[in-house]
């Protein structure tokens, strides 16, 4: 069995219908695997964070966050190897 190898994502933006959806649909196509997800929206403003499993995913995850970028125009997208999200918040 493969081991999992995740990423966290964070989306930050003004509200817009889609969002979500458009996100999940661009991981998909680079095969990577939603394993988790939180979402709020507060007045106008959506923020979002995700764990995916990028253990099957097509490229890189430079190539991933450029596609998500591409797709969500105007909205502020993170992703970062979830080893690096982890020894960034160590203490």
Same mark, same amino acid.
């Given at each position: 069995m493969e081991k999992? +190898? &995740?990423a966290v994502l964070t989306v930050v933006g003004v509200n817009d219908v889609g969002i979500l959806a458009k996100t999940a649909a661009c991981i998909a196509e680079? &095969?990577?695997s939603v394993v988790q997800v939180s979402q709020i929206v507060m007045d106008k403003f959506f923020t979002m964070t995700m764990l995916i499993d990028?253990?099957?995913l097509k490229g890189s995850?430079?190539?991933?966050e450029d596609a998500l970028k591409e797709r969500l125009?105007?909205? +502020?997208v993170h992703l970062m190897h979830e080893n690096i999200f982890n020894?960034?918040?160590r203490i």
């Open positions: 999992q +190898e &995740n680079a &095969n990577g990028m253990s099957g995850i430079k190539d991933l125009p105007g909205i +502020e020894s960034m918040h």
